[in-house]
């Protein structure tokens, strides 16, 4: 098949999950004998057009604003950059004339390039893997008498700035990571009700399980890992370290990730208020994460939001390292609790702390749960298998479309 994947970012361009996910299914597809092309936005450093390994990479997209830097949402601006990757797209849909187009994350891309491949007949994918398509929905009237703001607000959502959002898209084929996503984009009004839930992959040769899964040093060496938000609940493991400490629990509590400056601040703030050790590692390359999860005993994971799902539960379990987490939104479809990992209530550093204390008294339950953690990402979760899965969805509907780019 000729395919074409739609991206805002692409590797080495790497912000999270998603671009890694989209640079693995693309590289593996290659391996199986497809053409895979990557139509991304530009990046500083990086050539227009490049091949990496093996994948052809076109950046000729524009973001609407740069990640890391505030989003004006200024309905004329994104307009033109919509109009823009419109073009674009239609310009590499008349190149490649694709089998299928994959659409994988849209966050500040637009919805253009997407509109483009579903009015060009050519059959579209979508795999959502986190709430971004629900920024592009138009407002939804509420109840009660209209407001000025907000009778002016649908009618600039109305005309032209219709462009900026997705309520012309049909969603015809589509993928969500999990059963708890697929469930919130229906309810904000997405079609997506017969969507294909196929919680992500791992690559498990990346992870191989350590000699010595589940053994716990002293003091126990404990990580967290992700984006430095207070949606993360990494304040939920800091307390309970320093729980830990007054109990006379010696514990080493790693804290890898980078992102808000603010809640880096509370967090620096919180952990020197305590007995506990607490070190921050700053941003890990996504490479170097094998090396990390190995270099650990338990990896926590005291989410506070319905995270749709997380790579971490996934990596830590194949690595041999036990997980203790929180079961909000898709982590409730891989954490099994005393059966693959521990769980423990949002926000509950007590019941967290009692937790991780059981684990380093309890080495029966922390050898078993890292054999069985390995087990269940092996049978349910191996790349090969959910790429393999990707790739039939895409042959079946290559078949369905009437293509009209000219």
């Not at 310009?91 to 060009?120: F, K, N």
Request: aromatic share 4%; proline share 6%.
């Amino acid at each position: 098949m000729r395919l074409l994947f739609l991206s805002n970012l692409y590797p080495p361009v790497v912000r999270g999950g998603y671009e890694i996910l989209c640079a693995q299914v693309a590289e593996r597809l290659v391996e199986k004998g497809h053409q895979v092309t990557v139509l991304t936005t530009e990046a500083e450093g990086q050539p227009r057009l490049a091949t990496r390994t093996g994948v052809e990479v076109d950046r000729r997209l524009r973001l609407e604003k740069p990640f890391g830097e505030p989003l004006v949402r200024s309905r004329p601006m994104r307009l033109l950059r919509t109009w823009a990757n419109e073009d674009a797209t239609h310009d590499v849909l008349r190149e490649l004339r694709p089998d299928a187009v994959m659409v994988w994350s849209r966050l500040r891309l637009t919805t253009g390039p997407s509109r483009v491949a579903e009015r060009a007949g050519v059959p579209t994918l979508y795999t959502f893997n986190d709430r971004h398509a629900l920024g592009f929905r138009p407002a939804r009237p509420g109840g009660g008498t209209p407001t000025l703001r907000s009778r002016i607000g649908r009618c600039l959502d109305s005309g032209p700035f219709r462009r900026i959002g997705d309520a012309d898209h049909r969603f015809e084929h589509v993928m969500s990571i999990s059963r708890a996503l697929a469930a919130e984009l229906r309810e904000a009004g997405l079609p997506v009700s017969d969507a294909d839930v196929r919680v992500q992959g791992i690559p498990l040769q990346r992870f191989p399980i350590k000699a010595d899964a589940g053994e716990i040093h002293t003091p126990a060496r404990l990580l967290v890992a992700g984006q430095l938000h207070p949606d993360k609940g990494f304040d939920t493991a800091i307390r309970a370290v320093h729980r830990l400490a007054m109990a006379g629990v010696e514990v080493h509590l790693t804290v890898a990730g980078g992102g808000c400056a603010t809640t880096r601040a509370e967090l620096d703030g919180l952990a020197a208020s305590g007995v506990g050790r607490v070190d921050f590692v700053g941003r890990i390359a996504h490479d170097a994460m094998p090396a990390l999860y190995r270099d650990h005993d338990i990896v926590l994971f005291p989410s506070r939001w319905s995270e749709p799902m997380g790579l971490v539960h996934l990596e830590a379990m194949a690595s041999g390292t036990p997980v203790i987490s929180t079961t909000t939104g898709g982590s409730s479809e891989v954490i099994r609790d005393r059966e693959n990992a521990l769980a423990f209530p949002t926000d509950d550093d007590r019941v967290l702390a009692a937790r991780i204390a059981e684990l380093i008294r309890t080495p029966t339950l922390a050898h078993r749960l890292a054999r069985e953690a390995r087990r269940y990402v092996q049978t349910h979760h191996d790349l090969d298998r959910w790429i393999d899965g990707i790739e039939a969805r895409l042959d079946s509907i290559s078949t369905t479309g009437h293509r009209r780019v000219a």
